[in-house]
């Protein structure tokens, strides 16, 4: 989630029952504690171009919260566990439903406006951002790591663990 000069984030307490909601520079440099959210599974975050809030989604809930910190609304969804866009062309919400190729569009007082089939939509989708770079707006999928970069990283894990020992014991 990011406005022109900020790019807001869950911790890696996300995916829990309370997560930490930072604040930093727009390549991720200098985090800032803004505040702490609670909720049920908590995973997505959008910033609001319009009111300047962030929309933070859990597996049931989707809350609205200025950068301070104070809950000003929230509404219910039955999508699950997902990621969460703001599209600023409509002023609206997208929800994309992790392990499915639907996502659901919902205005900020929490109206299902429509419900779209995204053919190819990966699995875990755990960020999603509309460009406003210009031309036509388009949902794009945020890349993260798959499950052949998972096991890269554990492989690679390992062999520096297995590296460490080997120095040690020389």
Known sequence: AASATTSYQLGTDAFSTSATVY?????????????????????????DLVSGNLWISDANTIYQYPTGGTLVGQFAHSSGRGC?????????????RNSSD??????????????????????????????????PLVLADVPTMGEVGYVALALLLAGAGILAIRFRMS
């Open 23 to 47: 604040a930093c520079d727009p390549d991720f440099a200098n985090e800032v504690v803004l505040f702490t959210v609670a909720g049920d599974d908590l995973v997505g975050i959008t910033y």
């Open 84 to 96: 969460l866009a703001y599209e600023p062309s409509s002023d609206t919400l997208w929800y994309v």
């Open 102 to 135: 639907i996502i659901d569009q919902y205005s900020k007082a929490g109206a299902l406006l429509q419900s779209v089939t995204v053919a190819g939509l990966a699995s875990n989708n755990w960020g999603a951002e509309f460009s406003i770079t210009g031309g």
